[in-house]
Antibody, heavy 120, light 112 residues
Framework: EVQLVESGGGLVKPGGSLRLSCAAS????????MNWVRQAPGKGLEWVSS????????YYADSVKGRFTISRDNAKNSLYLQMNSLRAEDTAVYYC?????????????WGQGTLVTVSS | QSALTQPASVSGSPGQSITISCTGT?????????VSWYQQHPGKAPKLMIY???NRPSGVSNRFSGSKSGNTASLTISGLQAEDEADYYC????????????FGGGTKLTVL
């Protein structure tokens, strides 16, 4: 059974940093592109970042470029999102999502999400 | 990147059919075959319902179907059931800037 479990969310002050993790199991993690998608309270889904299976190709939404860094450790079956210079508008539930196939915005499995709250 | 345009809400009675539109541009919906649709119940993670415009993942009811014409994609749900009440989101690649993923603003489906 495919499982994605996010962790690392919490309350952080504006300008602070946080590192999210996503533990994957039930599939060959090293063969799958992975993404972070967020959802602000009461709002819609917003794509944040993607990383290819090898980690060689990385993309970011303009809203987080230069502040967030996506990475992965295929030996640990884990995906990460380092978030720096956090702003109030980064407050959201952050989901990790698996790409159904490489280089495609088709997310066939999602984690349960982890809440990040940016507030003083 | 700009979100794809979806109606904020649609409604229908049990047994009826509804269609949710997703309008973009030639740089996203019109330019790629990768339109997907997701269903999200309150407090839950999104669930993939349609990919590559019209394909259903294993386990998704055949009451759900997708199509595309030009820059507009559509999700049709036939034989509406109470459990279909949820938020629905479309998504596509966009090449308006660099290759990015763009979601629609979401549509709240109410089953009357």
């Amino acid at each position: 059974e495919v499982q994605l479990v996010e962790s690392g969310g919490g309350l952080v002050k504006p300008g602070g940093s946080l590192r999210l993790s996503c533990a994957a199991s039930g599939f060959t993690f090293s063969s799958s592109g992975m993404n972070w998608v967020r959802q602000a309270p009461g709002k819609g889904l917003e794509w944040v970042s993607s990383i290819s299976s090898s980690g060689n190709y990385i993309y970011y939404a303009d809203s987080v470029k230069g502040r967030f860094t996506i990475s992965r450790d295929n030996a640990k079956n884990s995906l990460y999102l380092q978030m720096n210079s956090l702003r109030a508008e980064d407050t959201a539930v952050y989901y990790c999502a698996r790409e159904k196939r490489g280089s495609s915005p088709i997310f066939d499995y999602w984690g349960q999400g982890t809440l990040v709250t940016v507030s003083s | 990147q700009s979100a794809l345009t979806q109606p904020a809400s649609v409604s229908g009675s049990p047994g009826q059919s509804i269609t949710i539109s997703c309008t973009g541009t030639s740089s996203d919906v019109g330019g790629y075959k990768y339109v997907s649709w997701y269903q999200q119940h309150p407090g839950k993670a999104p669930k993939l319902m349609i990919y590559d415009v019209r394909n259903r993942p294993s386990g998704v009811s055949n009451r759900f179907s997708g199509s595309k014409s030009g820059n507009t994609a559509s999700l049709t749900i036939s034989g509406l059931q109470a459990e279909d009440e949820a938020d629905y989101y479309c998504t596509s690649y966009t090449s308006s800037n660099i290759l990015e993923v763009v979601f629609g603003g979401g549509t709240k489906l109410t089953v009357l």
